[in-house]
């Protein structure tokens, strides 16, 4: 080896970046089990704004209707960014399909809220959980594709083609080969989607109706009005929670990978 | 007989072979049709239309839509959110690229670890992960109070609330965006490129330079657009940590559709965001395929 496989000075923006990423989170966990009224002075441990929060009508409400959404929203990406990512990696090779495929995944948020904001307004459709569920299909759909995807590549096609020219059916081949060999992706793909799901604001914001608001909605009407010991609890469960599932994600596909 | 058989047996695998493609691929192409394609259609059909009184829009030929959005008020909150999102996108490459260059040096399995560890945080809660900040940086915040506990300062410091922390929230929220695809170009980078420069004479600087440097530029486009398209349409970091005072273009692009509601405009800036992203992928591509080609040459 002629480059010296040692740090030196690099450690310096490494550990530096994990500080940068993990101290506001820390913090914000710290404080989430202060006794204290007071969002900034600490007089003592205390879970009881854990307990406020589950006596919150208001905040159980929108963790109902965030997990309707994220497990709808999950179904949904699942069986339409599976099916997409085999089409694409066995039945039409096509670079300019895979870019519309997964363009939902980085197209500017906004632009698509306000796109659907648009069309369910145009179809008269009435706004609440379900136009929230179309929209988060539409972009969570994306990264069950691209894992989905990523996955096929690695693959040998050839497995397939042997069953089926063994006499299988194209539906036989699907369930007894091509499945089973994608199963980690798809669970990666589906639990990445449900994060995305649950966490997400800007598209719910805009095609969400009034009356069913999910949690992120409550979270941005809480934290407009600055910090309280409440959200800092509320915050603390919702982090841990995207944070258990990515890292089960993680176990199945390297996540890393698929940015 | 024999020949018919045959052929027949052909057109029934190509039949097959139809249906199987179009099972797979129709569902997800007509949603996404469905759902992304024609609402884009209708934003860039809107930019034509007039608004209406309540909202929505009147079906009347117009591109005052386009000349109010190059009125020196707007255009000057475009070129604030671009020059805001490219500062942000600046940092997070001089952060972004030691931290990648670092990961690869580590032995496999701890580089899996860091990479989990910095891309952990990118999927959880972005209100969350922006709120964390207010926390820390208020005038009576952690920061604020250790500072002065250890005497460094005796007032509070305003750290929130001016374009430095909306910077500081969006570097904080897409960093991992420029690490990752960095990580990526430069652990492709073949050891032996290197190598050889070195042994043509090369300083290690010098090859790091000539060589590192310009391979791993794709992956640095990449994160840029990543950091840039996400950071420039932002509306919640500018609301929360800004205070409301920046103003950027999603915060107007919110307000046209939910409050103004001038549709139609709030279109024109929307459509502005989305051909931004074009722009960067149409450049991103040619880079590409220039260093691409340099290093198959």
Not at chain 1, 63 to 81: D, E, M, Q, R
Not at chain 2, 211 to 234: E, Q
Not at chain 2, 286 to 292: F, G
Request: include cysteine; glycine fraction near 6%.
């Amino acid at each position: 080896m002629l480059v010296p496989n040692t740090l030196g000075w690099l450690r310096v923006p490494l550990y530096g970046v994990l500080v940068f990423l993990y101290l506001p989170i820390s913090v914000l966990i710290f404080m989430s089990f202060n006794k204290s009224d007071s969002p900034f002075m600490w007089t003592g441990f205390s879970t009881k704004w854990y307990s406020v929060l589950v006596n919150s009508p208001n905040i159980m409400e929108g963790f109902k209707n965030t997990l309707i959404v994220a497990i709808a929203t999950t179904i949904i990406s699942i069986v339409l960014g599976t099916l997409l990512a085999i089409g694409l990696a066995r039945y039409q090779k096509s670079s300019a399909l895979e870019a519309v495929a997964l363009t939902p995944a980085i197209f500017p948020d906004l632009a698509l809220a306000i796109g659907l904001l648009a069309l369910f307004t145009s179809l008269h459709l009435t706004l609440g959980l379900h136009s929230v569920i179309i929209s988060h299909a539409l972009f969570c759909m994306a990264f069950v594709t691209a894992i989905v995807r990523g996955r096929l590549s690695q693959i040998d096609s050839s497995l397939e083609e042997a069953a089926q020219d063994l006499g299988d059916t194209p539906v036989g081949t699907f369930f007894r080969i091509t499945l089973p060999s994608i199963k980690p992706a798809i669970i990666a793909g589906g639990l990445l989607a449900f994060t995305l799901s649950f966490d997400e604001f800007v598209i719910a914001f805009f095609t969400d109706g009034p009356s069913t608001p999910t949690l992120p909605i409550i979270i941005y009407s809480m934290v407009r009005f600055g910090v309280s010991p409440e959200i800092n609890a509320l915050a603390t469960v919702v982090l841990l929670i995207s944070a258990l599932i990515v890292t089960i994600a993680q176990r199945n596909v390297k996540v890393q990978d698929q940015i | 007989m024999a020949l018919a058989v045959k052929s027949e047996g052909r057109d029934a695998i190509k039949r097959r072979a139809l249906l199987s493609r179009a099972v797979f691929l129709v569902p997800g192409l007509t949603y996404i049709t469905a759902f992304m394609l024609i609402p884009l259609g209708f934003i860039i059909a809107y930019t034509f239309l007039s608004r209406g009184t309540y909202g929505g829009i009147e079906f009347i030929f117009t591109t005052e839509n386009y000349t109010r959005a190059l009125d020196s008020l707007y255009l000057g909150v475009l070129i604030k959110s671009i020059l805001i999102a490219s500062t942000t996108t600046i940092l997070a490459f001089f952060i972004g690229f030691p931290v990648a260059y670092a990961i690869t040096k580590l032995p496999t399995n701890r580089q899996n670890l860091m990479l989990v560890l910095i891309v952990l945080p990118f999927w959880t809660n972005f209100l969350i992960r922006t709120y964390a900040w207010i926390v820390l940086l208020n005038t009576q915040g952690f920061l604020n109070k250790g500072l002065i506990n250890m005497g460094v300062i005796s007032q509070p410091l305003e750290l929130l609330y001016k374009p430095s922390a909306i910077v500081l929230g969006l570097l904080y929220a897409y960093i991992p965006l420029m690490i990752l695809p960095i990580y990526s170009a430069l652990v492709r980078i073949d050891p032996a490129m290197k190598e050889a420069a070195v042994n043509l004479g090369a300083t290690p600087a010098q090859a790091f330079r000539q060589v590192t440097l310009p391979l791993a530029l794709p992956g640095v486009l990449v994160g840029a657009i990543f950091v840039f398209v996400p950071s420039v349409g932002n509306f919640i970091v500018p609301e929360l940590l800004g205070g409301g005072k920046t103003i950027m273009v999603g915060n107007l692009i919110r307000d046209q559709f939910l409050k103004a509601r001038d549709w139609p405009f709030g279109s024109v800036l929307a459509l502005s965001m989305v051909l931004m992203l074009l722009l960067l992928f149409f450049i991103q591509a040619r880079v590409n395929r220039r260093v691409l080609g340099d290093a198959r040459a």
